[in-house]
């Protein structure tokens, strides 16, 4: 053991000394290695910074809240057996609330009403169309993730009172009060004024994604009062424990089968969602892009290595001399391997770390030019390109490493 | 012709080998280089090989070097069977027992001479320090203390072979192979290079030469003359007048 320390110390100063003496050609060898680990490591990060965009997107829907809805969160292929379900009224939530607190054991909290329709909302020469407009109750805060920047959310009486307040998105903010503060300004939706009360605190778009940015929340009496038309109902339910999801679904499942006063031989006809679910819909999606994504810049470093592999063996060949005087003088057949795989080791570690820089320089630039884009340049991302610059290096230098160590002294010896 | 006893008392035996053969297989054809050598060679002692071009020299010389495995017959080796042994076994005499002088100095390019001289203190896993200090030390007895940081091709051919020649000292081996050390070296250069040698052996080196010239073979204390892979005569002989230069 000590002895191979020894080996692979003194391997790597002939290494170094080996790179030294053929500057230019370690370095363009070593350039093939570098754009593949730099196209690697972007990838890496691009798909990081996904997965990060998907998961803060999902936030909004909490992971300890439950989801009550006509339609489930997924593609269905037996469209017709969800048509002619029954809708989700916002009622159900009253309801569910007066069956919670009569169960002590309950798993479940609060049960909140959601109506929701796009609208425009204007504010003097200002317009924003197609905003996301929620009707629902006081509750609704808790089960959110988002917070006011400005101002609050409204409270129970104002939510029982029907007043004509709205709690606005981020972006919706920006949109209509470019220079001024929103809070008690009136916003006209749908021809009715609305104090605006609150502002949300931004969240971020990401691909397109739902966001809190842009949309609107208002009490569901006044929502009711003024767009009754073929709004969405919901009825989200808040957990006490989310460590015990799948009890307080099956609870919920009774709550509802009773509210819909369904015997026990029919089906659920509403649906029960999580975020999980919903997460689980577009894991396919992301895997199937992450995987293309890495094989494909896989391949450039795959090129890389080739120029590694290509390289050490001419190395070999022209020191066939020099391998043949290290083995008249004592080198064993381990060491010559442990040399040569040090020096293709080498260089595309040296490769390795000088892409490393280059893809942690693009990182910040990209960063600073999208600043939705979350791009996060990781630990783990830096140990494992450094990793796989290691075992391109081995697994590139191995065959030629193998013949340097097999040569005939003798025929290495006379090699001209 | 004298006996060896009368140059110097006998030595144990080192090299002991007997009826050894080389085939080369060329295809259709196969060089027979060895044809049957039987050869003993004993501690402190000063041999040259002779012969025609083609004669199995350098074969003999690769196989005593344990560089070359013979087709058939017996090796010993400090009293070791050589065929026995494993290629680790094989690498550790030649790093420790044996030590080459080549031709053609096969030196590393890129190397200084200490470097070059640090080689087989490297294969036998010897720390940093002690090395140089080792390296410095051979370098120094072959009249090249002022060259330690020269690269081969800032030295001139004499200083290259006495490189190589530190280098192979420099594990204090039991011979010393040298394969037409002068061969690149004009004659003057060559009687430097013959002299070290020559101090060599009077130390107690065992060395084993190879050359074409008689001139050079003179040196040496017994001459064996190879011919179609068969030694054709084996005689002890008192050295020529050998001027006793000083290195430098
Ligand atoms: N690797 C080899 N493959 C085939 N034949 C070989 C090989 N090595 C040596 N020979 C043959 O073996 C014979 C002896 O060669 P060797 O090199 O031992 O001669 P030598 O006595 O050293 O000659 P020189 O004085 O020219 O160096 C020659 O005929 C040569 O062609
Ligand atoms: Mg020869």
New interface residues.
């Given amino acids: 053991m000590k002895r191979l320390i020894y080996e692979l110390g003194e391997s790597w100063k002939i290494a170094a000394a080996q790179m030294r003496a053929s500057k230019t050609r370690s370095i363009l060898t070593a350039l093939g290695v570098i754009i593949g680990i730099v196209a690697v490591t972007l990838m890496g990060t691009a798909i990081n910074g996904i997965q990060t965009g998907f998961d803060k997107s999902m936030s909004v829907l909490g992971d300890d809240v439950l989801y009550v809805t006509q339609w489930p969160w997924k593609r269905v292929d037996d469209w017709w057996n969800y048509r002619d379900r029954k809708k989700i009224k916002t009622e159900y939530a009253e309801t569910i609330n007066r069956m919670i607190e009569k169960a002590p054991n309950s798993n479940l909290v609060v049960a909140v009403p959601t109506s929701s329709l796009m609208r425009s909302i204007k504010y003097g020469g200002n317009e924003v169309e197609n905003v996301f407009t929620l009707g629902t109750t006081s509750d609704f805060i808790i089960t959110s993730t988002v917070d006011c920047k400005e101002g609050r959310f409204f409270n129970e009486i104002e939510s029982r009172g029907a007043a004509n307040v709205v709690v606005i998105g981020y972006d919706v903010a920006d949109a209509l009060f470019p220079s001024e503060s929103p809070i008690n300004k009136s916003v006209l939706i749908n021809g009715q004024l609305f104090k605006v009360i609150g502002v949300n605190t931004r969240q971020g778009t990401f691909l397109g994604l739902f966001s809190w940015d842009s949309m609107v929340a208002m009490p569901l009496t006044a929502f009711n009062k003024y767009f009754s038309t073929k709004s969405e109902s919901d009825v989200r339910v808040k957990l006490k424990d989310k460590t015990k999801l799948a009890d307080a679904k099956d609870e919920l499942t009774g709550l509802m089968r009773r509210v819909r006063g369904l015997p026990p031989e029919k089906k659920d006809d509403f649906t029960i969602n999580e975020q999980q679910a919903f997460k689980s819909t577009l894991d396919p999606v992301k895997n199937t892009i992450a995987f293309a994504g890495l094989f494909i810049t896989g391949l450039s470093l795959f090129v890389g290595a080739i120029g590694i592999m290509n390289i050490t063996f001419v190395s070999v060949k022209e020191r066939t001399k020099e391998i043949g005087t290290r083995k008249a003088l004592g080198a064993r057949r381990r060491t010559i391997l442990l040399q040569f795989l040090i020096e293709s080791t080498a260089l595309c570690l040296v490769g390795g770390f000088i892409g490393l820089s280059f893809a942690f320089l693009m990182c910040s630039g990209l960063g600073k030019a999208f600043p939705d884009f979350p791009i996060h340049f990781s630990v783990g991302l830096v140990l494992m390109s450094m990793i796989v610059s290691v075992m391109t290096g081995l697994i590139s230098g191995f065959a030629p490493a193998w013949t340097a160590s097999r040569l005939d002294p003798v025929t290495a010896l006379r090699y001209e | 012709m004298q006996t060896l006893d009368s140059i110097r008392p006998p030595g144990s035996i080192v090299i002991d080998i007997e009826n050894l053969t080389k085939d080369y297989v060329m295809g259709e054809e196969i060089v027979r280089a060895l044809r049957g050598v039987s050869l003993q060679i004993r501690r402190n002692e000063y041999l040259a090989i002779m012969g025609p071009s083609g004669s199995g020299k350098s074969t003999l010389m690769?196989m005593l070097?344990c560089?070359?495995t013979p087709t058939s017959g017996r090796y010993e080796f400090n009293g070791k069977h050589v065929a026995k042994m494993n290629?680790?076994e094989l690498?550790?005499i030649?790093?420790?027992e044996i030590g080459?002088v080549?031709q053609t100095f096969?030196l590393?390019p890129?190397?200084d001479s200490l470097r070059n001289v640090e080689?087989?203190l490297?294969?036998?896993?010897l720390d940093p320090e002690t090395r140089e200090e080792r390296a410095t030390q051979a370098l120094r007895d072959v009249g090249l203390g002022d060259r330690l940081h020269h690269k081969p091709n800032e030295l001139s051919g004499g200083q290259r072979q006495r490189v190589a020649i530190a280098?192979a000292l420099v594990?204090q081996p039991s011979i010393i192979l040298a394969d037409e050390p002068t061969g690149n070296l004009d004659s003057k250069t060559g009687a430097e290079i013959m002299s070290i040698l020559e101090t060599l052996y009077e130390h107690g080196h065992t060395i084993i030469l190879v050359t074409h010239e008689s001139d050079i073979a003179r040196h040496a204390r017994r001459t064996v003359h190879l011919r179609d892979g068969l030694i054709e005569s084996d005689e002890f002989v008192q050295p020529g007048e050998v001027p006793s230069l000083a290195y430098t």
């Fill in positions: 690769n070097g560089l070359d290629d680790d690498a550790a030649r790093n420790r080459f080549f096969n590393l890129r190397s080689l087989p490297i294969y036998a896993g280098r594990n």
